[in-house]
C-alpha cells in the first residue's frame, strides 16, 4: 500500500496538495457557517411568522419553488399573510361571511394556503395543482384535500363544487387572453351561489413594463407552466359575476361573488 497517494496524483507536488486540502476545508467550514447563519435567520423569521399570527404553520416544503425574496423566509411568510390580508379584504366588500369550503388553486406548497388554514381552522380547503408533490404536502402538513390537476386546469375533474371560496393566487398571470375565459367559467362552476373568486391579476407595475416591452409570447416549460407572459391583464367576465378590483403595485386582486 506503501506510496498508494502518490501514485493516485503523480504530478501535484506535496505543497499544492496540501494548498488544495487547506482550501477544501476553508470551503467546507464556510458552508457550515452559511448553513448555520441560514438556520439562525429562518429561525428567527418562523418565531416571527408565529407571533404574528399563532395559528399558522411554519413548515416550509423541501421543494418549495416560491422563495422569491431569496432563500430568508421572512419574505415568503409575509407575501403568504399579505395574500390572506387581500382575501379578507375581499370577503368583507364581497358581504360574504368566513368560508367553510376553500379550494386553492393552484395551491403551490402552501405559501398562502397555510394562511387560510389559520384563519379558518374549521374549513374544508382543497389543495389543487399541477405539481402532485405540491398538493400532497398541502395534504399532509395542512389537512387539506390534494387534487392533482390538469393542463389546461379547466379540463380537471376532481375537485368537486360548492366552494365558497376559490383563491386564486398566480395562474391566470401567466396565462394568453384566450385562456381566461374558459378558466373564468371553470372557477365560476366550482362556485356555491354566494361563493366568491378571488384571484390575482397583474398589477400597475406589470402593466406599465407591458407598454414599454410589449407583450412576450408565453413559453411553456415541462410541466405546462407558461414562463413568460405579460400580455393577460384583459378579460372577458362570464354572465352572472360581478367583479370590484383593487390594484396594488405588480399585483391586483380581483373579488367576484357569485350571485
Ligand atoms: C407562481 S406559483 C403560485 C403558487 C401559490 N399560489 C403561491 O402563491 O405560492 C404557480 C403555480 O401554478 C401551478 N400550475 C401551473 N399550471 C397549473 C394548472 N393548470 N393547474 C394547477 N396548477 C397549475 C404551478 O405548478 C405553480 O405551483
Not at 117 to 124: D, F, G, L, Q, Y
Not at 210 to 231: F, H, K, M
Request: proline content about 6%; aromatic content about 6%; hydrophobic content about 35%.
Amino acid at each position: 500500500m506503501h506510496g498508494t497517494r502518490e501514485s493516485l496524483a503523480p504530478n501535484v507536488p506535496p505543497m499544492n496538495r496540501r494548498r488544495e486540502r487547506a482550501r477544501g476545508l476553508r470551503a467546507r467550514a464556510h458552508a457550515q457557517l452559511h448553513g448555520i447563519q441560514q438556520t439562525l435567520v429562518n429561525g428567527s423569521a418562523r418565531t416571527r411568522a408565529k407571533l404574528r399570527n399563532r395559528r399558522v404553520i411554519t413548515r416550509v416544503a423541501e421543494h418549495e419553488d416560491m422563495l422569491t425574496g431569496g432563500p430568508d423566509l421572512r419574505h415568503y411568510f409575509e407575501v403568504g399573510e399579505s395574500a390572506l390580508e387581500c382575501i379578507q379584504e375581499g370577503l368583507r366588500e364581497a358581504g360574504a361571511p368566513p368560508p367553510k369550503k376553500i379550494l386553492d388553486l393552484p395551491c403551490g406548497y402552501g405559501r398562502v394556503l397555510r394562511y387560510m388554514r389559520a384563519a379558518w381552522p374549521k374549513a374544508e380547503v382543497t389543495a389543487m395543482e399541477l405539481v402532485p408533490d405540491a398538493a400532497l404536502f398541502c395534504a399532509d402538513t395542512f389537512g387539506a384535500k390534494p387534487v392533482l390537476s390538469r393542463q389546461p386546469s379547466w379540463l380537471s375533474t376532481g375537485a368537486g363544487a360548492e366552494y365558497d371560496l376559490l383563491w386564486c393566487g398566480s395562474l391566470l398571470t401567466h396565462f394568453d387572453a384566450d385562456d381566461w375565459e374558459p378558466a373564468l367559467r371553470y372557477f365560476r362552476d366550482r362556485l356555491n351561489p354566494g361563493g366568491v373568486l378571488i384571484f390575482t391579476t397583474h398589477g400597475d407595475l406589470s402593466i406599465d413594463l407591458l407598454a414599454v416591452i410589449g407583450p412576450r409570447s408565453g413559453r411553456r416549460s415541462g410541466n405546462g407552466w407558461a414562463t413568460t407572459a405579460w400580455g393577460a391583464t384583459r378579460r372577458e367576465w362570464p354572465r352572472r359575476l360581478e367583479s370590484r378590483a383593487s390594484r396594488s403595485l405588480t399585483t391586483a386582486t380581483t373579488t367576484a361573488r357569485l350571485d
